[in-house]
C-alpha cells in the first residue's frame, strides 16, 4: 500500500529536517571544500548554500519584487539574491544558512518545490564533497510526484513524459511508456538535469531520459 500524500506541515518538517542535516554535515568544511565547483556549474559550494539562504528568506511580494527588478531574468534575480545572503567568511554563510532552517517564508505555496530545492541542492553539494546522505523516503518520493506532475522551475515533467517510472527503494511510480527505474533520489535528480543520477539508473528509458535533460 503506498504512502498517503504529506501534509502541508509533514512536508515543511522535511524541509527542516533536511535543512538541519545540510547544516551539521557543512560544518567543520575547510577553505578549500567550501570553494569546490559544486554540481550546479555556476556556483562553488558556499554559494549554493548561499542561494537556499536566499530562498528561505524570500516571501513571494519580495520575489515578485526581485524579479521585476532583474526584469525577469531568473538567473540575475538568483544572483542578486545569493550575493545578498552570502556572508563576508564561510562561517558566516554556514551562520545565516543555520538561522533560517526552521523558517517557512517561501515565494510560493509550493512546499513539495522548496523541498526539493533543498534536497537536490543538497546532493549538489554533498555529491562533489564525498559525503553521503539519503532523503528519508517520504521526503523525496513527494519531490519525485511533484516533479514528475508538473514544469515548476525546471521542465521536470516535460523529462519524463511518455516514460515510465518506478523506484527501487520505495513506492514511487509513475507515467506510462519505456521503464527508467533507479533510487528514487536518482530519479529526482535525472528529472531535473543532473547527470550525476544516470548512472544509478537502467531500463529502456534512460537514453530518452537522458536525451531530454541534456536539451534543457
Not at 542561494?51 to 525577469?72: E, Q
Amino acid at each position: 500500500m503506498a504512502d498517503l500524500p504529506l501534509t502541508s506541515d509533514e512536508l515543511w518538517g522535511a524541509v527542516h529536517a533536511e535543512r538541519a542535516a545540510l547544516a551539521d554535515d557543512l560544518t567543520g568544511l575547510t577553505p578549500e571544500q567550501w570553494a569546490t565547483q559544486s554540481l550546479c556549474s555556476q556556483w562553488s559550494v558556499r554559494e549554493v548554500v548561499a542561494h537556499l539562504t536566499a530562498a528561505a528568506s524570500t516571501s513571494r511580494l519580495a520575489w515578485i519584487r526581485s524579479i521585476v527588478g532583474a526584469r525577469f531574468r531568473p538567473a540575475v534575480h538568483n544572483q542578486r539574491r545569493l550575493v545578498e545572503h552570502l556572508g563576508a567568511t564561510p562561517a558566516e554563510t554556514l551562520e545565516r544558512f543555520r538561522a533560517v532552517v526552521t523558517s517557512t517564508v517561501a515565494p510560493s505555496g509550493h512546499t513539495a518545490a522548496w523541498l526539493g530545492e533543498v534536497i537536490v541542492h543538497g546532493a549538489d553539494i554533498r555529491r562533489p564533497l564525498g559525503i553521503p546522505h539519503v532523503p528519508a523516503p517520504r521526503a523525496v518520493s513527494a519531490v519525485a510526484i511533484f516533479f514528475a506532475g508538473q514544469d515548476f522551475a525546471v521542465n521536470s515533467r516535460s523529462a519524463v513524459k511518455g516514460l515510465r517510472l518506478e523506484s527501487t527503494d520505495g513506492g514511487f511510480t509513475t507515467g506510462a511508456g519505456p521503464l527508467v527505474t533507479g533510487p528514487t533520489l536518482a530519479l529526482v535528480l535525472a528529472m531535473v538535469g543532473r547527470a550525476s543520477a544516470y548512472d544509478d539508473l537502467s531500463g529502456p528509458g534512460v537514453p530518452e531520459l537522458i536525451r531530454r535533460s541534456q536539451a534543457d
